[in-house]
């Protein structure tokens, strides 16, 4: 079980990575930016629009037969996902599958701020009432009170939790920074230890959906005071839902009444 977002090898990378990376160039074209990646790398980066499903956020084919009256996919109906509903930034494809690799991997911190406002941006439009992601927090949290967000924002935000053996070696929880990257913007409690994992378990990558099902069963657990509360888990990246659907079972089980999934990035084929 992990209590920690950083080792201390991972804090000396993190000062180097900052000295080396100023002044700034875009990190995909090369362009000097103001920011990790420039105005026009950043419209170019995938998405997934269209209709998708409402719990999972698959996207659903034209006409699919296969969606519930309450939007959700066939995928969701066959299996209920734990979680309640999932927001998601950008379709985990080129090139926003290498930096989420170079961010997981070479611990390219820099991109967690871009990475925490795309997703930030996406809860706001989801919430409605026409705010957009440069709206004062203030104002959210005003307009949230008023009742006047399509959904109420979470009262939690956690981040799914890393095994401790892959914690040692990465040297930092990625879903952790991101997370409280997250929850700093939109003014929500984030609680690092919220999850916990119980067990470890291999690597998703590379199984397939039943089998990523069986890896993470039962491998969290929640002991934080969660009763009643609305909860988002943040991940860098959903590919079948397995692993955020434990972590909301541990949750609820818990006592949480309402579970979101929040990740960077969503595969856009992910029952394959
Ligand atoms: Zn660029
Ligand atoms: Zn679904």
Same mark, same amino acid.
């Given at each position: +079980?992990?209590?920690?977002?950083?080792?201390? %090898?991972?804090? *000396? %990378?993190f000062k180097t990575l900052f000295a080396r990376l100023s002044p700034q160039d875009c990190a995909l074209c090369g362009s000097s930016a103001p920011d990790v990646i420039c105005a026009p790398c950043e419209a170019g980066l995938p998405r997934l629009i269209g209709p998708s499903c409402t719990r999972c956020a698959a996207p659903l084919a034209e006409h699919s037969q296969d969606v519930s009256e309450a939007g959700e996919c066939g995928v969701c109906l066959a299996e209920l996902p734990y979680f309640d509903h999932t927001i998601t930034a950008f379709r985990y #494809? $080129?090139?926003? #599958?290498? =930096?989420? !690799?170079?961010? @997981?991997?070479? &611990?390219?911190l820099v991109f967690t701020g871009m990475f925490a406002d795309a997703i930030v941006a996406r809860v706001l439009e989801k919430a409605g009432a026409g705010i957009h992601a440069n709206t004062n927090t203030d104002d959210v949290e005003q307009l949230s *009170?008023?009742? !006047?967000? &399509?959904?109420?924002?979470? #009262?939690?935000? +956690?981040? /799914?939790?890393? &095994?401790? @053996?892959? =914690? &040692?070696? *990465?040297? $930092?929880? !990625?879903s952790a920074l991101l997370g409280r990257a997250v929850a700093l913007r939109l003014e929500i409690k984030f609680l690092t230890d919220g999850l916990?994992?119980?067990?470890? /378990?291999?690597? !998703?990558?590379?199984? @397939?959906?039943?089998? *990523?099902? @069986?890896?993470?069963r039962g491998a969290f657990a929640c002991d934080a005071h969660v009763e009643g509360k609305r909860i988002a888990i943040v991940d860098d990246v959903m590919t079948t839902g397995a692993t955020f659907s434990e972590a909301a079972k541990a949750l609820k089980n818990a006592g949480a009444i309402y579970v979101e999934a929040w990740a960077c990035a969503r595969a856009a084929q992910p029952h394959h």
């Open positions: +079980m992990s209590r920690r977002i950083f080792s201390a %090898t991972s804090i *000396r %990378t #494809d $080129f090139p926003v #599958d290498r =930096l989420i !690799q170079a961010y @997981k991997f070479r &611990a390219n *009170r008023s009742g !006047q967000l &399509a959904y109420p924002l979470p #009262d939690l935000v +956690m981040p /799914t939790p890393l &095994a401790a @053996k892959r =914690l &040692a070696e *990465r040297g $930092f929880n !990625q916990q994992r119980v067990r470890e /378990t291999r690597p !998703q990558s590379g199984l @397939k959906r039943e089998e *990523r099902l @069986k890896n993470v």
